[in-house]
């Protein structure tokens, strides 16, 4: 079982349009978790990152959190075409230290 | 400015040769990571150290070797017993201890052995 579990996608939404990414995760005992964006060639860059039930907003983004059903989700308000990118997410089990990612959801803001 | 870097972004490689890549960073962070990704997949851990002069094992690490002589340096050496070692190598390092912290990325080396 994937520790990690995104739809690959590829998802299209209009420009101005939300844009809505999910993640699943396995492990009850994960701790944090954060949102990257990964542009074509080039490495993540962390955007969000969320340790508490809830949500937590950061411009544009809103990170949504629910440890019961084991899901994190990213939302994007007001989509831009230079959103259109990989969004990996990523979860930390405070055991090892380690961080798990998905493989990433592809997203394409059409103007 | 307190970053990450990897030298080189581009290698090139016969097969059969070792070859190490560099990944250096400023960010006085204890844990340091090694990553590997192939087209349309995720991130896979290769090595990865919470302190100096150790380090453990991810979940691909045959075929890699690695050493943490310094708080700031991480190299790792992709060996001849690699067998599909190209790919796009990603280093990242954290605060590391007790509690979770953000996990910040180099800009990755993307090897390429014929």
């Known amino acids: 079982q994937k520790e990690v579990e995104q739809n690959s996608g590829p998802l299209s939404v209009p420009e101005g349009a939300i844009a809505s990414l999910n993640c699943t995760y396995s492990d009850r005992g994960s701790q944090s978790f954060f949102w990257y964006r990964q542009y074509s060639g080039k490495s993540p860059e962390l955007i969000m990152s969320i340790y508490s039930n809830g949500d937590k907003e950061d411009g544009r983004f809103t990170a949504q959190l629910n440890k019961a059903s084991q899901y994190v989700s990213l939302l994007i308000r007001d989509s831009q075409p230079s959103d259109s990118a990989t969004y990996l997410c990523a979860v930390n089990i405070l055991t090892g230290n380690q961080f798990y990612f998905g493989t990433g959801t592809s997203l394409t803001v059409i103007p | 400015d307190g970053g990450i870097t990897q030298s080189p972004k581009y290698l090139f490689r016969k097969e059969g040769q070792n070859v190490t890549l560099s990944c250096e960073q400023n960010l006085n962070h204890d844990a340091m990571y090694w990553y590997r990704q192939d087209p349309g997949q995720g991130l896979r851990l290769i090595y990865y150290?919470?302190?100096?002069?150790?380090?453990q094992k991810g979940d691909i690490a045959e075929g890699y070797s690695v050493s943490r002589e310094k708080k700031e340096s991480f190299p790792l050496t992709v060996t001849s017993a690699q067998k599909n070692p190209t790919a796009f190598y990603l280093c990242a390092s954290s605060i590391g201890g007790t509690a979770t912290y953000e996990q910040y990325f180099g800009p990755g080396t993307r090897l390429t052995v014929t």
């Open positions: 150290s919470q302190i100096v002069n150790d380090f």
